[in-house]
T-cell receptor, first 115, second 112 residues
């Protein structure tokens, strides 16, 4: 987990609320990623960013938004439009561009629960 | 569709015995292949990767994986399992020019 921090570790959200998950890295990596993990489904890509001020949708972007104003930070907002947001959210970073064989390094995750 | 399959939801092995966690892939071209491990309520830890070259890749904590192009497989192995190896293991693939694709994961249980 070293080099990537996520906060909070646990987050509770009421229906209709937007919440923001924090991800910070000190690895000087260009690329950052957000994944959602549900039991038995592996990890699914929500958004990724290859460079500051640029990001692309992944496979399940609906109901989520991101920003990349700084190289080291890639916050994820879970909006009220996300119908089933309860999940474990993982942030990752890698040195190069997506599609290159660079290893992705993961943060410790945030567990989001909708009350 | 480009994908990776882990055919076993769970693998049980006795401590000290060899272990194998299976992974097969379906991608066009030559893929980049990875193994990660996840302990409960933690992020994923990188174990090893295959890019090119020797088909046997050695990684962290005594794990190794063998790339088999004809069988499109990348099975994870360890000669002697430890109880502390018990965790969730993910195989992943980067089809060239594309994003990382994960398998559903395999739970490894090592019993003493």
């Amino acid at each position: 987990d070293g080099g990537i921090t996520q906060s909070p570790k646990y987050l509770f959200r009421k229906e209709g609320q937007n919440v923001t998950l924090s991800c910070e890295q000190n690895l000087n990596h260009d690329a950052m990623y957000w994944y959602r993990q549900d039991p038995g489904q592996g990890l699914r890509l929500i958004y990724y960013s290859q460079i500051v001020n640029d990001f692309q949708k992944g496979d399940i972007a609906e109901g989520y938004s991101v920003s990349r104003e700084k190289k080291e930070s890639f916050p994820l907002t879970v909006t009220s439009a996300q119908k089933n947001p309860t999940a474990f959210y993982l942030c990752a970073s890698s040195q190069g561009l997506a599609g290159a064989p660079d290893t992705q390094y993961f943060g410790p995750g945030t567990r989001l629960t909708v009350l | 569709a480009q994908s990776v399959a882990q055919p076993e939801d769970q693998v049980n092995v006795a401590e000290g015995n060899p272990l194998t966690v299976k992974c097969t892939y379906s991608v066009s071209g030559n893929p980049y292949l990875f193994w990660y491990v996840q302990y409960p309520n933690r992020g994923l830890q990188f174990l090893l990767k295959y890019i090119t070259g020797d088909n046997l890749v050695k990684g962290s904590y005594g794990f190794e994986a063998e790339f088999n192009k004809s069988q499109t497989s990348f099975h994870l192995k360890k000669p002697s399992a430890l109880v502390s190896d018990s965790a969730l293991y993910f195989c992943a693939v980067i089809p060239r020019g594309n994003k990382l694709v994960f398998g559903a994961g395999t739970i490894l249980r090592v019993k003493s």
